[in-house]
């Protein structure tokens, strides 16, 4: 049974920082994709980075660039910004090609997310 579990979230004030975990099991972790998402209400869900597996590369939302660093498993989020307050979802999809995809529909499992609130 795959499980994936965002971890980590919180309250901060602006500037401040967050680190999220993503807790995974029952897949090959070499053959997957890991996504990290999220949700402000009202909005639509968007991508904010991704880690490939084929090459090992990993991208961003140019709204994060500079601010946060993904590893495999983690999101390291520096400056916080108001605009950042969502909830956090981590993903796992189907690594095709050696390039992750910043769009919800390449991830088949999700985790259930994490609140993080930046106050201004």
């Known amino acids: 049974e795959v499980q994936l579990q965002a971890s980590g979230g919180g309250s901060v004030q602006a500037g401040g920082s967050l680190r999220l975990s993503c807790a995974a099991s029952?897949?090959?972790?070499?053959?997957?994709?890991i996504g990290w998402f999220r949700q402000a209400p009202g909005k639509d869900r968007e991508a904010v980075s991704c880690?490939?597996t084929g090459d090992r590369t990993i991208r961003y939302i140019d709204s994060v660039k500079g601010r946060f660093t993904m590893s495999h498993w983690t999101l390291q989020m520096d400056s916080l910004k108001p605009e950042d307050t969502a909830v956090y979802y981590c993903?796992?999809?189907?690594?095709?090609?050696?390039?992750?995809?910043?769009?919800?529909?390449?991830?088949?499992?999700w985790g259930r997310g994490t609140q993080v609130t930046v106050s201004s």
């Open positions: 880690f490939s």
């Open positions: 993903a796992a999809g189907f690594q095709y090609g050696s390039n992750c995809l910043m769009a919800s529909h390449a991830y088949g499992y």
């Open positions: 029952g897949f090959d972790f070499d053959a997957y994709a």
